[in-house]
């Protein structure tokens, strides 16, 4: 092996897991709104669904990973997307239809997180962030048939309250939390 030969290779194990990844599900576009501010602040990162990942995901790190609130869960591609992470630092963002201050919200962020991160193998979770964002209507529906068909007024005043977020606070908290985390090279 040449001397060329070991730089080079040096040089691919440097770069190697350096180029930031976010990982998006998104079903209303709040997420991905979201998703596509923190990628136009951070250079050199890559923006993907769960479905387009490559096999080799060694060359991402940190990864974020952007969902929704599905059913309390979250969704199902995010899900099977974050068991293929290994060894890397990651952070979480998502948004969903409720108050992002509530107790409650925040320990389903925390959970959530925690969850996606420990299904890969050795990752770390590095720092999280929750907003709001609309409420698909199809699903608001769905929701207020199986409550019998009644809104009530608290309901449809969180409702209206999601309907512009999220806004440009959101995104630009969102961009500043991430990159308070992951350095000002972003």
Known sequence: MSAFDTA???QTATVRGSTPLIVISSRTGNTLMLAHAICDAWPGSVLM???????DLSPYNPVLLGFWCDRGMAPEDMQEAAKRFEGKRIGCFATMGGNPDDEKSKDWMRRTSEELVASGRGNTLVETFLCRGRIDPELFA???AALGGT???EREA???AAETHPDRLDLSRGVEIFRSVFGANW
Do not use: A, F, H
Not at 49 to 55: A, F, H, Q
């Open 151 to 153: 809104v009530s007024p």
């Open 142 to 144: 769905r929701m207020t």
């Open 8 to 10: 080079s290779e040096t």
């Open 158 to 160: 969180r409702r209206q």
């Open 49 to 55: 669904k769960p479905e387009d990942l490559p096999e």
